[in-house]
């Protein structure tokens, strides 16, 4: 297979067409059966209940080829089922596990001349997304939904490392207590758009949200789960209902416990312990992990002991073992890694 003459190392995160994208509709209570398409554009009706009321859903997750030449991808089961939870959130009819996993399959073989090489450090991110496709006026589920895969080759996300990021603790909400905030929903990410927008004007990289309820814990950025590391060496992730169960982030607790023998903890953080954390990164399948140096509370800073020059080193650790894993470098747990050639 001829690779696209495409300039891998220079690619940024944004949306390159490619050649195929996998569509599903659903009618009359049933999925089809799916096919492979060139047709890059969606014709729905002017009052589909994704216009009108916001009913779709998403996943996001990446095609990699490993050290030994294989197209793969990491643990789709997981994003087959996350997507399932997020439809029955919104009444939408979830697309089921095997076939979800066949089409991503298909989606990436039929593009794998857009896969990037082993050692540019680009992917193929994959976009699995779901929404409500019929005329939908008063206030209730669409009755057919179309769901699709496309494909776009994404760049190295830190080009020339990774810079430590500058967060601020957020003075808007992400997501209410017994709301959506656990849940791959467009919902979550349309309203936290004047949020960052508010934050990158202010000069910083991103937002730190804390619970709606009590605005004492931290739950996470707009869209990635927090990391930190105690003084001691525990990998640390805060436990709450509203925030979104990242991938990224449970694959690297694993990593912490059984491959670096690190204890970890899922459970409630409060803002007050932050400024006693040693490192602090955030976790999503675009970059892995951010490193966060400094996070600013209406003016008040606290500086991570590792800095603002490079990852903590357990934070690197972590990186190294997880990109080392999804790239074939190191043994992986069972069933993580999902070949597709
Ligand atoms: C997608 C997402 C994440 C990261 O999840 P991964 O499965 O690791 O990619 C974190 N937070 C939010 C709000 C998200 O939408």
Known sequence: MQKKDIDWGN??????????????????????????????????????????????????????????????TFRPDLNAERMMDSAARLEMP???????????????????????PYGTGATLYIRPYMFGSNPVIGVK?????QFRIFTT???????GGAKPLTICVSDFDRAAPHGTGHIKAGLNYAMSLHAIVSAHKAGFDENMYLDAGTRTKVEETGGAN????????????????SILPSITRRSLLYVAEHYLGLPVEER????????????????GTAAVI?????????????????????????????????TGIQMGRIEAPEGWIHVID
């Open 141 to 145: 589920p669409a009755d057919e939904y």
């Open 268 to 283: 409630e953080v409060y803002f007050d312990e932050v400024k006693d954390f040693a490192e602090c990164g955030l976790c």
């Open 11 to 72: 690619l940024g995160f944004g949306y390159i067409k490619t050649d195929k994208r996998y569509v599903s509709n659903y009618r009359d209570g049933a999925w089809d059966e799916g096919v492979l398409t060139d047709d890059d554009k969606v014709v729905i009706s002017e009052c589909a209940g994704v216009l009108q009321y916001s009913q779709s859903v998403f996943e996001g997750l990446k095609a990699y080829t490993t050290e030994q030449g294989q197209i793969v």
């Open 226 to 241: 927090f990391l930190f590391v105690t003084k001691d060496k525990h990998v640390v992730t805060p436990k709450s209902a």
């Open 94 to 116: 979830p697309f089921p596990k095997e076939r979800f996993i066949d089409a991503v399959v298909q989606t990436v073989r039929a593009n794998a001349a857009y896969v990037p």
């Open 290 to 322: 951010s490193p966060v140096g400094k996070i600013v509370d209406h003016g008040h800073e606290i500086l991570l002991p590792s800095g603002m020059d490079h990852m903590g080193p357990v934070t690197q650790q972590l990186y190294d073992t997880l």
């Open 153 to 159: 080759p994404v760049g190295p996300y830190f080009k």
